[in-house]
């Protein structure tokens, strides 16, 4: 019996990208494991297993999570293991290090990676760790232009492939009428007339959603007509509602919490911003930009692969004073705004019908014989 077993940092990276991949792999009468934070009952899932990830690399959290790995790994003799993002990676790579036998067809997926080329201690860190659990990973998958040039230059992986993206499921995200948009925005106190700007992840660190506040703060004083609506939960929404109540932004700025509907808040929004310090390929962006919703975002990886060089997005370098002129050149010049709305769409390339089959050519090897092409080695498209 084949079988398989994903790794994540957290359960809800599964549910939200992963679903269709599972869905394939129990068509092939694989047995599912997962092994996240946290848990669910899924009819996908045969067993789920919840491990604790701590973002300290060098952490005895984490150590003990790769005994487990381990063990998991020598007991159930998995046909495939894939791995994703930073955490749950290396440590599952490092527990295939530990095998002496049955050691399973392994993938890695980089959602991000957690260093640069000129980056500081902390950086170099990462950068050991990725190198150092290199040789496990049998294949090596990135997200973006720069992730692909690392790994590259570091030797990251056995065969190294690109692709745009886990998929976005288009389904999920149909046309709304008018009247659910002015209902919509209604429900969140936004006048017919006011310019709704958009937020939408966890608050974190790397999200950056202080930034966001400072420049609207003088976003917000240029242009009254204007709210900020930040869509997620997280450990840093307490600090950002209290840098709310410093800058007296109470009144126009709406936290929204977990939103169950995100397509319908996409298409009741002007504009999506986002500040992030660091990423692998945004969904946020992706999906605002095939909602019709143009973005203004930080000049980071990821985002300049969505966006640069199009009339439909707009980026501004991770400073508050940057994305205040930019958020204000683009709220001052009505023409441009309209040309930014009208221009926002989203590549098919990126799409789940796109993706699937060159993702699922990396991870199950029946389905490479059985499908003529091949993806890409070690070539950026």
């Avoid at 002496?100 to 392994?106: A, G, I, L, V």
């Avoid at 001052?332 to 699922?360: C, G, H, N």
Wanted: proline content about 4%; glycine content about 4%.
């Amino acid at each position: 019996m084949k079988r398989l077993l994903i790794c994540a940092s957290r359960i809800s990276h599964i549910l939200n990208f992963h679903l269709p991949y599972l869905a394939y792999f129990k068509q092939q009468g694989y047995i599912i494991d997962v092994a996240a934070q946290g848990t669910v009952d899924h009819e996908l899932i045969d067993h789920c297993y919840d491990l604790q990830f701590v973002k300290n690399p060098l952490s005895p959290t984490n150590l003990k999570t790769v005994s487990t790995l381990r063990r998991l790994m020598e007991q159930n003799r998995y046909t495939l293991v894939y791995s994703n993002a930073t955490l749950a990676g290396a440590s599952a790579r490092l527990a295939v290090r530990k095998l002496r036998k049955n050691r399973p067809y392994f993938v890695h997926i980089s959602h991000g990676y957690m260093f640069s080329e000129h980056g500081g201690l902390k950086s170099r860190i990462y950068r050991s760790v990725e190198k150092l659990t290199a040789p496990q990973c049998d294949a090596l998958v990135v997200m973006n232009q720069e992730d692909f040039s690392l790994a590259e230059r570091y030797h990251l992986g056995k065969t190294l492939h690109y692709i745009y993206g886990m998929g976005l499921r288009t389904e999920r995200f149909p046309e709304i009428s008018d009247k659910q948009r002015a209902e919509t925005r209604k429900r969140i106190r936004v006048a017919k007339n006011d310019i709704l700007l958009l937020c939408v992840g966890e608050f974190s660190a790397r999200k950056n959603q202080t930034l966001l506040l400072h420049a609207f703060s003088t976003v917000h004083r240029q242009h009254p007509h204007t709210v900020l609506a930040f869509a997620g939960s997280g450990k840093n929404e307490p600090e950002c509602r209290l840098l709310c109540e410093k800058l007296e932004l109470q009144n126009a700025v709406r936290f929204l919490g977990q939103v169950s509907d995100i397509n319908t808040l996409y298409r009741s929004s002007d504009l999506l911003v986002a500040a992030s310090v660091m990423e692998g390929l945004p969904f946020n962006v992706m999906e605002a930009l095939y909602c019709g919703l143009p973005v203004a975002a930080s000049r980071i990886k990821g985002h300049t692969d969505l966006l640069a060089e199009k009339s439909c997005g707009i980026l501004f370098e991770p400073t508050a004073a940057s994305a205040a002129e930019a958020l204000h050149a683009v709220l001052s010049d009505e023409k441009r705004f309209q040309t930014m709305k009208t221009s926002a769409f989203l590549d098919e390339r990126y799409l789940i019908e796109q993706v699937q089959p060159t993702l699922l050519r990396i991870l199950d090897k029946d389905y490479q014989e059985a499908v003529p092409q091949k993806a890409e080695e070690g070539a950026y498209p």
